[in-house]
Structures are given as structure tokens and as C-alpha cells.
């Protein structure tokens, strides 16, 4: 901001001598506090519409086979209670699910409003999309329609298909339970965790590790706060760097390396 002043400074000081300088930068400064004022404003919408948008789509996804199961609906309830949602928060976020159940949710319009106050940050999409697939997974599988659904929804925020099979595959590797330091993760849990970091079996060390800190580096918990992540949020953007850890900890295993 103070380079707003700075160039309205020299401005003035050019067009009107010392006055212009004086005056210049006063109206710098006006305009630097302005804009740090929408700024600010940017960032709350982004957290409120993060909220809002993630379980009202939530709802459409959990709806998308026809049916909200039990299993659905719990793990909904449970998102309420691990990110210390007040009674206020608490219920918008169900207003909110019920809106998407509806059958006249524009699905595609709150994703696109979401995708343009987001700012398009590949991490932070991810991981709202990474919330809508462990909702829709609670059951023990993704069904067909709510498969389709994630696709559409990936490819507004700006992602694809294979950054939907990427989230799976992270899922499907962290939730297989832990494996013995003496035994080989299983096949397809190896195969998963391959998935998940973007590369394939034949990678070598170097890509591996160069895969894993891209990873990480974009879902740094502290990265997502910055881009909008709301503070109770955070423990969902933990979660997914503890994910990726167990990817990469599987391949390394499978591997022999540190």
C-alpha cells in the first residue's frame, strides 16, 4: 500500500512542486486505506461464503443418488462439532445443507460465486472439495451420481477429473488403518498413495520428494488461513497435510528410503 503513496507523492510533486508532493500523498494515503479496507472485506466474504457454500453443496452431493443416508448425515453432524461451530454457525451450516437437498439448488452458481471470491487458490478448492467427498464417502463408497457430481463441481473450481481421483486416492490411502514397520503397505494402498501425490510407481526419489513438497507447500494450513481459510477451518487443512504425510510415509516404506 504504501507504494499507492509513494506514486501518488511523485505525481503531485511533478504536476504541482512541493504542495503537489504534500497533497499527493495525502491522496495516497486515502486511497491505500481504501483499498486495505476492501481487502479486508474480500477476506470475510471468502470465509463466510466458505462455510455457507460448503454445506449447502454438501447437501446436493449427499442428495445427488436420490437419498441422504444416516451415515451422511452423521459425519455432517460431526463436521459441526471438530470445527467448534457456534449455535449461529451451527445453524446456518444446516440452513444451509438443507438448501442443497432442495431440488431447485443452482448448484453450479454458488460453485462459481464460491470459485471467484476463492480467488482460484488450487489448495484451498481442494480442500472443499476434499469436504464434500469425506461427506459423501461416510457409507463406504461414492455412488456413480455423487462421482458425476464431484466431477462437475471439480471442473468449475477449475480443477479435473483427475484431481477428483487424486482426492479419492488420498482418502482411500490415509483411511486404511495402520500397517506394521515390519510389513509392506498393501498393494493398493501403495498404488493409492502413488495417486495421490500425482506420480507414478516408476517416479524416482527425487521426483517423489518434489512431488511431496509441491503438495505440501499448497496445503500449508497457514498458506490456506491467507487465502480465506476460515480459523476453524484449520484443523480440516491439518487433517489433509497429515493425509499426504501418510502418502508419502507408504511410498517410503515400500521404497527403503528417509
Do not use: W
Not at 98 to 121: C, E, I
Amino acid at each position: 500500500m504504501s507504494a499507492i503513496i509513494l506514486f501518488c507523492a511523485l505525481i503531485g510533486l511533478y504536476l504541482k512542486g512541493l504542495l503537489g508532493l504534500i497533497i499527493g500523498a495525502l491522496v495516497g494515503y486515502l486511497l491505500s486505506t481504501l483499498a486495505s479496507a476492501r481487502v479486508a472485506q474480500d477476506f470475510d466474504r471468502v470465509r463466510e461464503q466458505f462455510l455457507e457454500t460448503s454445506f449447502a453443496v454438501m447437501g446436493a452431493l449427499c442428495k445427488a443418488d436420490g437419498v441422504v443416508t444416516r451415515d451422511e448425515i452423521r459425519v455432517t453432524e460431526q463436521l459441526f462439532a471438530r470445527l467448534h461451530l457456534s449455535p449461529e454457525q451451527t445453524e446456518l451450516a444446516k440452513a444451509a445443507f438443507n438448501r442443497g437437498k432442495s431440488p431447485d439448488f443452482d448448484l453450479d452458481g454458488h460453485v462459481d460465486a464460491f470459485a471467484g471470491l476463492a480467488r482460484l487458490d488450487g489448495g484451498l478448492l481442494q480442500l472443499f472439495l476434499q469436504m464434500q467427498m469425506s461427506a459423501v464417502a461416510a457409507d463406504g463408497q461414492v455412488h456413480p451420481a455423487e462421482h458425476a457430481m464431484l466431477v462437475r463441481i471439480a471442473r468449475r473450481l477449475g480443477l479435473a477429473e483427475i484431481d477428483v481421483a487424486r482426492l479419492e486416492a488420498l482418502l482411500r490411502a490415509a483411511a486404511g488403518g495402520a500397517t506394521p514397520s515390519s510389513a509392506p503397505p498393501p498393494r493398493q494402498r501403495l498404488d493409492d498413495a502413488y495417486t495421490a501425490l500425482g506420480v507414478t510407481p516408476d517416479a524416482t526419489e527425487a521426483q517423489l520428494k518434489r512431488a511431496y513438497r509441491k503438495l505440501m507447500q499448497e496445503n500449508h494450513p497457514d498458506k490456506l488461513a491467507a487465502k480465506g481459510l476460515p480459523e476453524n477451518m484449520r484443523t480440516l487443512a491439518e487433517e489433509r497435510a497429515r493425509e499426504i504425510n501418510v502418502a508419502f510415509d507408504l511410498i517410503k516404506k515400500a521404497r527403503g528410503f528417509t
